[in-house]
């Protein structure tokens, strides 16, 4: 499901930017191509952080035959994934540590994060119950945020998030197609990460943080403006809609 620029930007952010400060999160891993991307890239660098992959691991009949069949895995009962990321993610060994459940109620206690992967916002209030577990653990000047869905049209929330929390991290990169990266330049603290919380704003809110986020975008010269405008024609369709599965397309 990953772009080769997405699969190219996690490498390089284990391989080349972080530096032990912390351990490496992938929330939202699937079946383990990202954490693969990142594991590879830490490796190649001769780090000692730990890794860790977070999902349910569970795959449904379409999804099975649609992501993995089509990439050369054998087809295989029932919709549990978890051994299956296990045999992908073999050649890294130890290195990786994988949790399963429901991420949105999942909590972190490993220490400091220097590189936070958000790929698991698909409802806004799991996106809320993340930030919340996750964010303050991230270091002030050193760690980045990936937001992988933060331009996708069903996802508004995200955005969002991400404007309301516009002090405590600053856009360094976009990666097609809709990946965002953050630095964390303040500590994101409980009292913040509250006041960005998501679910219960108004579509007029999302709308104007949307619009916000698109002028922030604009002054880095990023061109973004018809992805952001195609997600303000999802809100409107969609009107107190905060679960991307329930969008329809305008």
């Known amino acids: 499901m990953l772009t080769l620029q997405e699969q190219l930007l ?32 830490a490796q190649a660098a001769g780090l000692k952080s730990g890794l860790h992959g977070f999902d349910r691991f569970t795959a449904h009949e379409r999804a099975k035959e649609g992501l993995l069949y089509a990439n050369g895995v054998a087809p295989f009962e029932g919709e549990d994934i978890l051994p299956l990321a296990r045999q992908l ?36 209030e799991t996106g809320d119950r993340m930030a919340a577990s996750f964010l303050p653990h991230l270091i002030a000047g050193r760690s980045l945020l990936v937001q992988q ?11 969002a998030q991400m404007e309301l929390l516009s002090a405590y991290f600053r856009p360094l990169a976009h990666v097609e197609r809709d990946t965002v990266v953050y630095l964390c330049v303040a500590d ?20 104007d943080l949307i619009k916000s986020a698109q002028a922030r975008f604009a002054s880095l010269g990023w061109g973004l403006t018809e992805r952001l405008e195609q997600m303000v024609l999802g809100l409107l369709a969609n009107p107190g809609q905060r679960a991307a599965h329930r969008f329809k397309r305008p």
């Open 188 to 207: 994101p603290d409980p009292t913040a990460i509250a006041i960005a919380q998501t679910a219960e704003l108004s579509d007029e809110e999302v709308f």
């Open 149 to 159: 869905d933060l331009l996708h049209w069903s996802q508004p929330w995200v955005v």
């Open 10 to 41: 996690y490498f390089w952010l284990s391989a080349f930017w972080a530096e032990g400060a912390g351990e490496i999160v992938d929330l939202g891993c699937f079946a383990g191509g990202s954490t693969a991307r990142l594991a590879e890239g």
């Open 89 to 124: 993610l073999a050649p890294w060994g130890k290195r990786i540590t994988l949790h399963r459940g429901e991420i949105d109620q999942m909590t972190w206690a490993g220490g400091p994060i220097e590189i936070l992967a958000m790929d698991a916002s698909k409802r806004a």
